[in-house]
């Protein structure tokens, strides 16, 4: 690893870098999953969604940066599902930074800010298919509890997701 990373808290000014790390990471590896037509859609709402998410600031949005060009984000907050814990709705790595431990770094930080937050659970939903991801969250502790469900993006066609969870000390 070369270079400085830093992590802090994303500022509605920041939706233009959070756009750039969701679609970039998508493109690369959820492209396979939707029809083309779909997925062009998919990546432009995912470019323009994040000055609003910002704004509104109902939940944590992190990024970290390795010298000073942000490439990692995390976006979590009270998980509507399990009463008491977070959840962590996106974890995205642009990829350029895929490899240099920017992931990482972010994981650690966020997990702090949501022991911070008063938490002591945390979940999370990945697609089954996407083994980079997984074998991710396995190294960053958490384990699969299990659970599966079928998540429609919006083309109307369900694809698999399985839970991890962490249980934050």
């Known amino acids: 690893m070369t270079g400085i990373f830093t992590v802090f808290h994303a500022s509605p000014g920041d939706g233009d870098a959070v756009g750039e790390i969701h679609t970039e ?10 029809s083309p037509e779909f997925f062009e859609g998919a990546v432009r709402h995912r ?26 984000f995390s976006y979590f907050g009270s998980s509507p599902e ?19 431990g ?5 994981m650690t930080a966020s997990l ?9 659970r945390v979940h999370l939903w990945t697609l089954r298919d996407t083994p980079q991801s997984r074998r991710f969250y396995a190294k960053s502790g958490f384990t699969e509890s299990r659970a599966v469900r079928g998540h429609d993006f919006g083309d109307g066609n369900p694809i698999e997701q399985v839970e991890y969870e962490l249980i934050l000390r």
């Not at 009463?83 to 240099?100: I, K, M, N, R, V």
């Open 102 to 106: 920017i992931a990482g770094a972010l």
């Open 25 to 34: 990471s998508w493109k690369v590896a959820y492209a396979g999953f939707f």
């Open 112 to 120: 702090e800010r949501m022991r911070e937050e008063g938490f002591g």
């Open 82 to 100: 399990h009463q008491g814990s977070a959840e962590l709705f996106g974890f995205y790595g642009h990829p350029d930074g895929w490899g240099t």
């Open 47 to 72: 470019l323009g969604k994040w000055h609003g998410v910002l704004a509104e600031g109902k939940d944590t949005v992190m990024l970290a940066a390795l010298d000073g060009r942000p490439l990692a």
